[in-house]
């Protein structure tokens, strides 16, 4: 049997996040800096920019993926494993390449680039060991790393993926409320995770039914395990006086949104209270700052001096706020739009970044926990839009009896 390197399997109809003319000014803005920096092809890798320029999020799984983007061509690279799902979820033409000899992805990278050429890669995914294989495959005349170019176009977002994001936010919220709901003394926090994660993904299935349902998840945490903001699940029983941290994280068509908030299991001792109370004020602080000509150093610098004035700065534990678009907990980030003493950016409409304080007091001290709040916010031509609508503060938070 001729077994081919390669084949197009194209089958089913196409269902895309965004209407095609979504992707073709994304392609159209990407070719602009390919023709500055002359790039003859682009090779994307990264889950985020296949998805971006595509609409397809690849499962890899071991196997490498791609998007090659020319001139004139669009084209992801996908494994046989998937059949003509990436095809039926991709923008533009769809290349499967089969296992039956080790780098037949290369093969069919090199169908569409052509050798010799000037490639544009991911220098923030692309492996070494994948670049050894690129420089033999396609013998380029020369490499560039495209990946800062393409993070800045994300970070500017259409008028369709501010509407995908804001609907993300309510889905969010949705989750929060189921949560609230399921907390209660003796509950374990996986219990309390499940109601919040069965929650959204019911929503994001009504109102997007031709969407593929993926990744959403819930982080709620209690007592010592609210210490750090990315800390996972447990099983342990919430108790009264409990500190909590509300997290949820729906996404849909690889768009991530988040809520985040700090509650209690029916009492907060004064200690607590006078930090969350700070805390809170630190959020509403933070969100008058996010306008149009601030950047984001600046705007860190502002929360900084409000903590500091306060003697909390050093129970600060990371930057307040990022970017939010095609992203996840396992792949993907605008690392050029988080509000850090280190990013210049200046902020502009169309930009989507949230607002996150927190404070982490040790174990053993008055007051002891995280803190964290978390809201989303769209920057307008004057100002911003809140996006997110579930309540912050000791008024609403005090759950659980």
């Known amino acids: 049997m001729d077994r081919p390197e390669f084949y197009r399997f194209h089958q089913g109809e196409r269902v895309l996040p965004f209407a095609a003319s979504e992707y073709d000014t994304r392609l159209a803005g990407l070719r602009l800096t390919m023709e500055e920096m002359g790039i003859d092809a682009c090779l994307f890798t990264s889950m985020h920019n296949i998805a971006y320029y595509s609409g397809f999020l690849y499962c890899a799984f071991g196997r490498p993926y791609g998007l090659v983007v020319t001139p004139t061509q669009s084209v992801t690279i996908s494994a046989g ?13 769809s290349i499967t390449y089969t296992d039956w000899h080790r780098n037949n992805y290369w093969r069919a990278v090199r169908a569409v680039t052509g050798e010799g050429r000037t490639i544009g890669l991911e220098g923030d995914h692309l492996s070494l060991a994948q670049k050894a294989l690129l420089d033999a495959f396609l013998t380029p005349a020369r490499t560039l790393d495209v990946a800062p170019a393409t993070m800045r176009q994300r970070m500017h ?16 919220d949705v989750g929060g409320y189921a949560i609230k709901d399921a907390i209660k003394v003796g509950a ?16 994001i299935a009504k109102h997007f039914p031709d969407a593929e349902y993926r990744d959403s998840w819930v982080w709620f945490q209690s007592g010592i395990n609210t210490d750090g903001a990315h800390n996972p699940v447990t099983s342990r029983r919430l108790e009264v006086g409990d500190i909590l941290s509300l997290n949820t ?7 991530y949104t988040a809520l ?11 200690a607590s209270l006078k930090i969350w109370e700070a805390n809170v004020a630190a959020h509403e602080y933070g969100m008058s700052l996010l306008k149009p000509g601030m950047s984001c150093a ?8 409000f903590f500091e004035d306060r003697d909390l700065l050093h129970y600060r534990t990371f930057g307040y706020g990022h970017s939010f678009g095609v992203l996840s907990h396992y792949y993907g980030r605008e690392a050029g739009l988080e509000l850090r003493e280190d990013i210049n950016t200046v902020l502009e ?13 040790p174990q053993g001290q008055p007051g002891a926990g995280g803190y964290r709040e978390h809201d989303i916010l769209v920057i307008t031509e004057t100002g911003n839009e809140n996006i997110t609508g579930y309540p912050f503060g000791p008024e609403f938070n005090i759950v659980g009896q």
């Open 81 to 93: 494993i998937d059949a003509a799902q990436p095809w039926r979820r991709s923008h533009g033409d």
């Open 157 to 172: 977002k259409s008028p369709a993926e501010i509407d995908l994001i804001r609907q993300g936010a309510q889905v969010a």
């Open 188 to 203: 374990r926090e996986i219990d309390v995770a499940m109601a919040g994660r069965d929650a959204m993904e019911l929503e």
């Open 249 to 255: 994280f729906p996404m849909i068509s690889g768009y």
């Open 260 to 270: 985040e908030r700090t509650l209690f299991v029916q009492h907060v001792d004064k």
């Open 298 to 305: 600046s705007v860190t610098e502002k929360i900084n001096k």
């Open 349 to 361: 409409p169309g930009m989507v970044i949230s607002m996150e304080p927190m404070l982490t007091i």
